[in-house]
Antibody, heavy 114, light 107 residues
Framework: EVQLVESGGGLVQPGGSLRLSCVASGFTFSRFDMHWVRQVTGRRLEWVSAIGTAGDTYYPGSVKGRFTISRENAKNSLFLQMNSLRAEDTAVYYC????????WGQGTLVTVSS | DIQMTQSPSSLSASVGDRVTITCRASQDINNYLAWFQQKPGKAPKSLIYAASSLQSGVPSKFSGSGSGTDFTLTISSLQPEDFATYYCQQYNSYPLTFGGGTKVEIK
């Protein structure tokens, strides 16, 4: 059974930093593209970042230069380093597997507020 | 960026109804289109990839069709567990983008 378990969310002040983690199991982690997707309560899903099997990374303009996605295949782990956080980054952040997303984690809530 | 437009944004339907949701891309995305179901307070669930291929374990009452810019998700006979919000997503090119969602409610 595929499992994706996120952690690291919490309350942070504007301008602060947070690092999210996602531990994967049930599949060969190194063989899949991985993503972070976020969702403000009641609003549409927003793709945040992706990392390919070769370590290539992709970001939308809204987070480029502030967020960094990385992976550690030996530990079946995906990370999202978030710097210079803004109020509009407040959302539930999901870890997801595959380019045509096959599986989702349960999400971790990030709240940016003073 | 590729814009994804879903319609309708919401609909009311009865158990047993056939329901169709449409998704339009602002440019050709070939068949790189996925559909997801999301219930309140839960993570999305993947239903369809490559426009028409069912994810493992997804019941056959769900079907997808289309290519290029116009796509549809059909639920052949709506059941109580199908009342949820449905999203489309293109993965033809980065940045990946989602539709605004279609909320399926009980009539």
């Amino acid at each position: 059974e595929v499992q994706l378990v996120e952690s690291g969310g919490g309350l942070v002040q504007p301008g602060g930093s947070l690092r999210l983690s996602c531990v994967a199991s049930g599949f060969t982690f190194s063989r899949f593209d991985m993503h972070w997707v976020r969702q403000v309560t009641g609003r549409r899903l927003e793709w945040v970042s992706a990392i390919g099997t070769a370590g290539d990374t992709y970001y939308p303009g809204s987070v480029k230069g502030r967020f960094t996605i990385s992976r550690e295949n030996a530990k079946n782990s995906l990370f999202l380093q978030m710097n210079s956080l803004r109020a509009e980054d407040t959302a539930v952040y999901y870890c997801a597997r595959g380019l045509g997303i096959r599986d989702w984690g349960q999400g971790t809530l990030v709240t940016v507020s003073s | 960026d590729i814009q994804m437009t879903q319609s309708p944004s919401s609909l009311s339907a009865s158990v047993g109804d056939r329901v169709t949701i449409t998704c339009r891309a602002s440019q050709d995305i070939n068949n790189y289109l996925a559909w997801f179901q999301q219930k309140p307070g839960k993570a999305p669930k993947s239903l369809i990839y490559a426009a028409s291929s069912l994810q493992s374990g997804v019941p056959s009452k769900f079907s997808g069709s289309g290519s290029g810019t116009d796509f549809t998700l059909t639920i052949s006979s709506l059941q109580p567990e199908d009342f949820a919000t449905y999203y489309c997503q293109q993965y033809n090119s980065y940045p990946l983008t989602f539709g605004g969602g279609t909320k399926v409610e009980i009539k």
